[in-house]
């Protein structure tokens, strides 16, 4: 069988190339990686960079302008009033579209999705769409000529649309993958839900059905690749992890992990040192790991020169960020192993809406999310705090929610009670299937499984 896969953004190479997640489906059958070299979202990727044999790639530039109407398109429609949509919803989504674009960009969209006006918006696109076909990505299939597609994907992208619209066309299979938990509820392709979409587990498969308004046939709970990591143990022991850290290892260890968003997580990190030195909390050990593409907050400099009594920087996140403030590119292309390793060496979590909740749940480590909203510049949690997917991991019995700052100490007194429950870790790892559903097989050894019955 002939299988064409197409990648487009760095997240998905980590996720499904860098994991392996496609190796033994390479092995079985004949595979090609297609994908846009020298665009942005895989910033400066060569074919070399890729630890795939050179033969199995090629090179699909993406056609601009298709990708801006489709994306105008999704737009205009996401603004709108949608089936499935609560009020609440919709306020949301256009309260974040008005965070991050220009007010006359809102209102144009707005209008262009007026009842009479959005149905001559949308036959507008469409004959221009059909007027300018994309003629790299049919001649590749063409001379290709795939039994199957499968896209990794956030989503919404520059192939997405293209892929659905021609693999519809030419009676290819399209296999969609999501590739992070929020991507049913806030995106979706537009030209077509003819296609299987691969989600992680209950949640997915309900946004994707009310939300994206997917056929529930063509919807298929699979888990998520990225997180067959912890179905391995860890490279190293505990204590020769936390003593790698400067950590003592009978000592209650906590991972502060850091997120994506603008936080200041230096002063979140200052505040714990003190309580635990001050006697305000017990002795116990931190580590912060900052996120790959959170740049360690705000004002990251100030880690520099400063000395923590109780805190470790994770060691494998050093480089990156000591040497953010010299001006270096801030996403980094962190190892899933590192992550394991260091989830695997710690009692509890902190974060500040990251995946690492969803991480620290599937392996049965206590977990607090921190949602510091009465900081000034904290005005996305105030948004995203509305987000469905936000909203429902919220609202799990075992995850520890705190809110503001000065609720942190308190909140991290109770995070340790939670650590000393026994059956915390089994009703954590329970909690979390409704997340990322769990099986005994590998994604990699699945996925064979799954595109042969097709």
Request: with cysteine; charged share 25%.
């Amino acid at each position: 069988m002939k299988i064409l896969i197409f990648i487009e953004h760095n997240s998905i190479i980590r996720h499904f190339i860098d994991s392996g997640a496609f190796s033994i489906l390479s092995s079985k059958h004949e595979v090609k990686y297609v994908l846009p070299f020298g665009h942005k979202r895989l910033g400066e990727l060569k074919i070399e960079d890729l630890n795939l044999c050179p033969s199995m790639i090629r090179n699909l530039p993406v056609c601009n302008s298709r990708e801006s109407l489709w994306s105008m398109r999704f737009f205009v429609e996401l603004l709108r009033i949608q089936k499935g949509w609560s009020r609440n919803e919709r306020k949301q989504k256009r309260d974040i579209f008005k965070k991050l674009n220009p007010l006359k960009t809102y209102i144009l969209f707005r209008f262009l999705g007026l009842p009479g006006i959005f149905n001559l918006f949308t036959y507008f696109v469409n004959k221009k769409l059909k007027s300018n076909p994309n003629l790299l990505l049919n001649s590749l299939l063409r001379e290709e000529n795939p039994d199957v597609i499968i896209h990794p994907s956030v989503l919404r992208g520059v192939y997405i649309n293209d892929l659905i619209d021609s693999g519809n066309k030419l009676k290819i299979p399209v296999v969609i993958i999501m590739n992070s938990w929020d991507n049913p509820c806030s995106k979706r392709s537009v030209v077509s839900n003819n296609y299987k979409l691969l989600v992680w587990g209950p949640q997915s498969r309900t946004h994707a059905e009310r939300l994206m308004r997917m056929n529930t046939e063509n919807i298929i709970e699979f888990g998520a690749a990225q997180f067959d990591v912890y179905k391995s143990p860890a490279r190293f022991s505990r204590s020769e992890i936390l003593r790698n850290h400067g950590l003592d290892p009978d000592k209650l260890t906590i991972l502060y992990a850091g997120t994506s968003k603008a936080t200041d997580e230096f002063s979140h990190l200052v505040m714990i040192d003190d309580a635990i030195s001050s006697g305000k909390l017990t002795t116990i050990n931190i580590i912060y790991r900052p996120h790959p593409w959170g740049a360690g907050g705000i004002n990251p400099k100030r880690f520099i020169n400063h000395k923590f009594r109780n805190v470790s920087v994770d060691l494998s996140m050093r480089e990156y960020l000591f040497n953010i403030p010299k001006g270096n590119k801030v996403f980094f292309e962190a190892d899933y192993l590192d992550t394991r390793d260091i989830l695997e060496s710690v009692d509890g979590v902190i974060s500040p809406l990251s995946t690492m909740l969803l991480e620290s749940m599937i392996i049965g480590k206590a977990p607090l999310c921190f949602m510091p909203i009465d900081e000034e510049e904290a005005d996305h949690f105030q948004l995203y705090k509305e987000d469905i997917h936000v909203k429902e991991m919220l609202g799990i019995k075992e995850i520890l929610v705190v809110w503001g700052r000065s609720n942190l100490i308190n909140g991290i007194k109770t995070l340790l009670e939670n650590i000393k429950k026994k059956e915390f870790k089994e009703k954590l790892k329970k909690s979390s299937e409704f997340f990322v559903k769990n099986y005994k097989l590998t994604f990699k050894e699945r996925i064979v499984d799954y595109i042969e019955t097709l």
